[in-house]
C-alpha cells in the first residue's frame, strides 16, 4: 500500500545573516549562533498570542537548500559515514530541521530570535512553545554522538552538503 502524500505550506520565512550554508554554526548552541527573526504571514499573528512568556521556541523548517535526499551521510560531527537518521544532516528524504532558539520578544507577526542556525529565507512550518519538562531528557542517550558533543559548540558547516544527492566522503 503506498503511502500517502503529505504537504504543508510554510507559514512565515526564516531572518538570519547566513546566506550561505557553508560556515554557519551546525547547532543552535554552536558558538557564532546568532541574532534572527521569524516572520510569520500575517494571517497566522493570532496564534502567537501567549508565546512571550516562554524564553525558547521549538522552530520546524524545510530545509530548502537541502541536496537531496542521502541514507548514508558524513556528518559534520563525524569522520564516520552513518545512517542519516542517525544524525542532523539536511540531506533527508523529508527535509525537515528542527532548532530551539531562544525567544527574544514578539512583536505583531514576527518573533525576534537568539542563538539562530538557520539559513536566511528557510520557509518556516511551524513554532511550538520549548517546555523543559515536556522536552528535556536528562537521562537520554546520544548514540555515536556522546564523544563528539562539545565539538558542536566551534563546528562550522562546510560544503558537504551542498550538491545533488551524492556519497559524501570522509
Not at 554554526?25 to 557564532?32: D, L, N, R
Amino acid at each position: 500500500m503506498p503511502l500517502p502524500e503529505v504537504v504543508y505550506r510554510p507559514i512565515g520565512i526564516i531572518e538570519s545573516p547566513f546566506t550561505e550554508p557553508a560556515g554557519m554554526p551546525i547547532q543552535p548552541t554552536g558558538e557564532g549562533a546568532a541574532r534572527g527573526r521569524a516572520v510569520l504571514d500575517l494571517e497566522y499573528a493570532p496564534g502567537l498570542a501567549d508565546l512571550s512568556g516562554f524564553s525558547h521556541v521549538i522552530l520546524l523548517y524545510h530545509f530548502h537548500r537541502s541536496p537531496g535526499p542521502r541514507l548514508t551521510v558524513v556528518p559534520f560531527l563525524d569522520d564516520t559515514p552513518r545512517g542519516v537518521f542517525a544524525t542532523r544532516a539536511p540531506a533527508r528524504p523529508n527535509p525537515l530541521g528542527l532548532s530551539v532558539v531562544r525567544l527574544v520578544s514578539v512583536t505583531g507577526n514576527v518573533l525576534e530570535l537568539d542563538g539562530v542556525d538557520i539559513l536566511d529565507g528557510t520557509p518556516l512550518l511551524d513554532v511550538k512553545p520549548y517546555v523543559p519538562a515536556f522536552d528535556s531528557r536528562p537521562d537520554a542517550a546520544c548514540g555515536w554522538l556522546e564523544k563528539s558533543l562539545e565539538k558542536a559548540r566551534t563546528r562550522r558547516a562546510d560544503d558537504r552538503f551542498i550538491g545533488q544527492g551524492e556519497e559524501v566522503e570522509g
